[in-house]
């Protein structure tokens, strides 16, 4: 079972950045995939950035490449998300999740979606003001 908090999230013009972090405990992370999904209001929720936590390894949405960095601490119990040059379209809910199990291979990673996760923090809410 892998618990995940969230937090970091807030209200910003565009232009502007936030980071937002995900704190990971209980058993089973450390060698698996961890994604960040946003969900704004009316539509699906949809994949932001990957990370394989074995090495560090990232994936980006074609929308917030170049913009957004995902990181993890050294120790892997919190994973960040560096939001930069927001704009008014990445205003949604922000959801950190987590793969049950160890990928066959790190890009394996930047292929799933939505359903492959089987845990999920709480949500934060991102605002952005245009």
């Known amino acids: 079972q892998i618990h995940l908090v969230e937090s970091g999230g807030g209200s910003v013009q565009a232009g502007g950045s936030l980071r937002l972090s995900c704190g990971v405990s209980g058993y089973g992370y450390g060698t698996n995939c961890m994604g960040w999904f946003r969900q704004a209001p009316g539509k699906e929720r949809e994949a932001v950035a990957a990370l394989y936590s074995g090495g560090g390894d990232t994936y980006y949405a074609a929308s917030v490449k170049g913009r957004f960095t995902v990181s993890q601490e050294p120790d892997k119990s919190t994973v960040y998300l560096q939001m930069s040059s927001l704009k008014f379209e990445d205003t949604a809910m922000y959801y950190c999740?987590?793969?049950?199990?160890?990928?066959?291979?790190?890009?394996?990673?930047?292929?799933?979606?939505?359903?492959?996760?089987?845990?999920w923090g709480q949500g934060t809410q991102v605002t952005v003001s245009s």
């Open positions: 999740a987590a793969a049950s199990r160890p990928p066959p291979s790190a890009s394996y990673c930047g292929r799933l979606d939505r359903y492959d996760y089987n845990f």
